[in-house]
């Protein structure tokens, strides 16, 4: 199947602090792309649509401005926590979907997750 | 938007036996219904997806059903070894558009544990 990766797998930071955390798909061209948390022991929640050349569509209640999406490429998004919070702190998960397929359901191939930590 | 519903939370059955996890979801447009296997600190990983075109689709030891009429799909785990321990999600997406996707909705999770 599909590979998508995400970098980095961990990271801790200082409150205040932005981190950055990318996401590509490996051997296939991804022109959608999503961002998903998730909290221990819960299910995952999506937060935005990354889309190559536009703007990314946030979910009800994400703040645009504290989680900045971009879609550099078709194989590359990134997701910036800005001043991250330790309520930020949580499991982020990418997933893409291989549209050269021509496959017309919306089949997913999630990353590994960062697991992101705010003193 | 959907709705998708999970059970049980926790399912324990004894190693060689078989496991069913339910799922039901609200959005009658939804074709997609893909079935997740997470380990711990790690991604979901895709191990069968039926689409709304079949009734039934079979991998090995792992099955899915889906009844479209009563919104419900399953997922059949047989002859369960202890590697199938896992936190297990189902997911349930409409028709692509061609102008865009719509992320999954998720169900809230089923622990599987495998007694040996």
């Known amino acids: 199947g599909a590979v998508v990766s995400q970098h980095p797998s961990r990271v801790i930071c200082k409150s205040g602090t932005s981190v950055k955390i990318e996401c590509r798909s490996l051997?296939?061209?991804?022109?959608?792309m999503f961002w998903y948390r998730q909290f221990p022991k819960k299910s995952l929640m999506l937060m935005a649509t990354?889309?190559?050349?536009?703007?990314?569509?946030?979910e009800q209640g994400v703040e645009k401005d504290k989680f900045l999406i971009n879609h550099a490429s078709l194989t590359l998004s990134t997701l910036t926590v800005t001043s991250a919070h330790p309520e930020d702190s949580s499991f982020y998960i990418c997933?893409?979907?291989?549209?050269?397929?021509?496959?017309?359901?919306?089949?997913?191939?999630f990353g590994p997750g960062t697991r992101l930590t705010v003193l | 938007g959907e709705n998708v519903e999970q059970h049980p939370s926790t399912l324990s059955v004894q190693e060689g036996d078989s496991a069913v996890i339910k799922c039901t979801y609200s959005?009658?447009?939804?074709?997609?219904f893909p079935w997740y296997k997470q380990e711990l600190g790690k991604g979901p990983q895709l191990i069968i997806d039926?689409?709304?075109?079949?009734g039934e689709k079979k991998d090995q030891r792992i099955a899915v059903t889906l009844n479209k009429t009563a919104k419900h799909f399953s997922l059949h785990i047989t002859e369960t070894q202890p590697e199938d321990s896992a936190v297990y999600f189902c997911?349930?997406?409409?028709?692509?558009?061609?102008?865009?996707?719509?992320?999954?909705?998720f169900g809230k999770g089923t622990h599987l544990i495998i007694q040996p």
């Open positions: 997933s893409a979907r291989d549209y050269a397929s021509g496959n017309t359901y919306n089949e997913q191939f």
């Open positions: 997911a349930a997406s409409d028709m692509y558009s061609g102008g865009g996707a719509d992320g999954l909705t």
């Open positions: 051997d296939f061209q991804a022109t959608t």
């Open positions: 039926i689409r709304s075109n079949v």
């Open positions: 959005d009658s447009a939804s074709n997609y």
């Open positions: 990354s889309n190559e050349g536009s703007k990314a569509t946030y």
